[in-house]
């Protein structure tokens, strides 16, 4: 018998046994006293059964209703595990680099883009409870989707990612302040900047360093991720006359000293991925870098498994039992 039960108060209905015995009773002496049990030539020889052969329908139907009234009580088994309602979490702000350079093929067979985001698609994937939100920027900056722990819509958003259609350029201080702007009221403990470009700052109405100056302040480190081999590098120019793409190589203009002193001025870190893996590896490094902070304190509960089917499922055999036993073996011809 488990120990627990969700409600206990259904027991009460036990106090009607006395009453499914005292039917039993009264329904047994309406009967005539000659009675012809199909039964009765197995205990000729044996008295001393008899009484438990004569009791044996009432007693199956009140063993069926005691199962039954267990089953409503809903009995429980609690699991020895303690489940924590804390949801531990970061908060996230992806700047992505949506510039024309960002279709780059130094990471052939795909380009820079591309790979960004089959990679932020992982990365969101292998979030818990990591509240992100993501900026894209070329020559302005826009918030495209605010802090969520709806990972499935930002894995969408990332997928519908193109470039030419925000005005070319590489506003880098703007996409962090964009960033900042959304961070600045966030309650949780770890706040960070997370930014992916590939070029030099060229657009934009803030400067990187002032940008760096307003996370510092606010105590928000920003990562940043140069991607791209840098030099000259394939680069789509139209199509040939087969129609396929016609590539030139183009030199893109990179600044790894100006990323490496936003990082450090707040505190962050800068990584190169000159490939798919390195800039995994970068991403990864940038989470195991952090220290994870309770957005949401819920203290911790115990689980419990539902046992009341079994227990219906045996009052239901029993009675059945009590009915077939009725019909057939110990059927009574008054």
């Known amino acids: 018998m488990p120990g627990e039960f969700h409600s206990p108060q259904a027991f009460w209905l036990l106090l009607l046994v006395p009453l499914i015995i005292g039917w039993s009773v009264v329904e047994r002496r309406k009967r005539a006293v000659l009675r012809f049990s199909a039964a009765s030539q197995l205990f000729a020889q044996g008295r001393g059964l008899r009484p438990y052969f004569l009791w044996l329908l009432p007693t199956l139907r009140v063993l069926a209703f005691t199962a039954a009234v267990i089953a409503l009580a809903r009995p ?52 818990a409870n990591d509240r992100i939100g993501l900026v894209v920027f070329s020559g302005q900056a826009y918030t495209q989707s605010p802090l969520t722990l709806d990972y499935g819509v930002l894995k969408e958003v990332v997928r519908q990612l193109r470039t030419r259609v925000l005005e070319d350029g590489t506003a880098i201080g703007d996409a962090v302040a964009t960033c900042l702007n959304r961070l600045r009221d966030s309650d949780a403990k770890t706040r960070v900047v997370l930014l992916i470009t590939d070029g030099d700052n060229n657009a934009g109405k803030v400067s990187p360093s002032d940008a760096a100056d307003a996370a510092h302040a606010l105590g928000i480190p920003v990562y940043s991720i140069l991607v791209g081999k840098g030099g000259k590098v394939p680069f789509p120019a139209g199509q040939d006359i087969f129609g396929n793409t016609a590539w030139r190589d183009v030199e893109i203009a990179i600044n790894p000293e100006l990323l490496q002193a936003m990082a450090k001025r707040t505190g962050g870190a800068f990584y190169r991925a000159t490939d798919r893996e390195t800039l995994k590896d970068g991403l990864q490094k940038v989470l195991d870098s952090l220290e994870r902070s309770k957005i949401i304190e819920g203290g911790a509960t115990a689980t419990y498994r539902e046992l009341f089917h079994q227990w219906l499922l045996l009052s239901a055999l029993l009675l059945f039992l009590e009915l077939l036993l009725r019909s057939t073996a110990l059927r009574v011809f008054p």
């Open 76 to 127: 429980q088994e609690r699991d020895a595990r303690l489940k924590d309602l804390s949801v531990e979490g970061i908060d996230i702000m992806i700047a992505l680099d949506l510039s024309t350079s960002m279709e780059a093929a130094d990471f052939r067979p795909n380009n820079r883009l591309f790979v960004a985001k089959e990679v932020l698609s992982e990365f969101i994937t292998g979030r």
